[in-house]
């Protein structure tokens, strides 16, 4: 089993993954269903950012937000009116998952440093900080592979982060972790990649 702390290089790895399925990503793929099935492409591209976000700013005491992000990525100041007026919405919503997942491994590695607590609220209630981001880096790496297959991609997990997001996915899902959160586990062949190992973990049936 592995320890409940990320490795140092998962969030790397994870964040190099989301790049890669946000790069496929269209406007004209935002009415596409996705393997969460109350959400259509643009809910979860909506949700992936906010809850990014929301990880973020519980690790460390910081709020990017969605005008934050694209100015970063354009060198510009965008306006809201901008947005809500911009064509493509899919890659506004791309840059600021991009930004805040790049955000992300910032944090992490300031943590892994020993900077910030070692415990955090969710709600009202403490827990380890090492429990939030891990359950982080797996909710990163799963939506980003719904993400893709909402566009039509094959785009496997990669083995190395999969095999580590598996066994912590053990102590952040299972159980109470899952109810409300993750459909039930679909059944794979033990010799299923880790990748699809990990997305017929919480409910997904692999490509």
Same mark, same amino acid.
């Given at each position: 089993?592995?320890?409940?702390?990320?490795?140092?290089?998962?969030?790397?790895?994870?964040?190099?993954?989301?790049?890669?399925?946000?790069?496929?990503?269209?406007?004209?793929?935002?009415?596409?269903?996705?393997?969460?099935?109350?959400?259509?492409?643009?809910? $979860?591209?909506?949700?992936?950012?906010?809850?990014?976000?929301?990880?973020?700013?519980?690790?460390?005491?910081?709020?990017?937000?969605?005008?934050?992000?694209?100015?970063?990525?354009?060198?510009?100041?965008?306006?809201?009116?901008?947005?809500?007026?911009?064509?493509d919405v899919?890659?506004?919503?791309?840059?600021?998952?991009?930004?805040?997942?790049?955000?992300?491994?910032?944090?992490?590695?300031?943590?892994?440093?020993?900077?910030?607590?070692?415990?955090?609220?969710?709600?009202?209630?403490?827990?380890?900080?090492? $429990?939030?981001?891990?359950?982080?880096?797996?909710?990163?790496?799963?939506?980003?592979?719904d993400i893709?297959?909402?566009?039509g991609r094959?785009?496997?997990?990669?083995?190395?982060?999969?095999?580590?997001?598996?066994?912590?996915?053990?102590?952040?899902?299972?159980?109470?972790?899952?109810?409300?959160?993750?459909?039930?586990?679909?059944?794979?062949?033990?010799?299923?990649?880790?990748?699809?190992?990990?997305?017929?973990? $919480?409910?997904?049936?692999?490509?």
């Amino acid at each position: 089993m592995a320890a409940l702390r990320p490795s140092d290089g998962l969030f790397e790895q994870v964040a190099a993954y989301t790049d890669e399925a946000m790069s496929v990503v269209t406007g004209g793929d935002l009415s596409a269903p996705t393997p969460c099935s109350q959400w259509n492409l643009l809910d $979860l591209m909506r949700h992936l950012s906010t809850s990014l976000g929301v990880l973020i700013q519980t690790l460390q005491d910081g709020r990017p937000d969605l005008l934050g992000a694209v100015r970063c990525a354009t060198g510009t100041r965008p306006y809201a009116a901008d947005l809500l007026l911009a064509d493509d919405v899919g890659t506004v919503l791309a840059t600021a998952v991009r930004y805040r997942t790049e955000r992300l491994v910032r944090v992490h590695e300031a943590l892994r440093r020993g900077e910030g607590p070692d415990d955090v609220l969710v709600g009202a209630h403490p827990l380890p900080r090492d $429990l939030v981001a891990a359950a982080g880096a797996v909710e990163l790496a799963v939506h980003s592979w719904d993400i893709a297959t909402a566009c039509g991609r094959t785009l496997p997990i990669p083995d190395a982060p999969a095999l580590e997001l598996l066994e912590l996915s053990a102590l952040v899902v299972d159980g109470v972790g899952r109810l409300g959160l993750f459909a039930s586990a679909v059944a794979v062949p033990p010799r299923t990649p880790p990748g699809d190992r990990l997305v017929a973990l $919480l409910g997904r049936t692999p490509a």
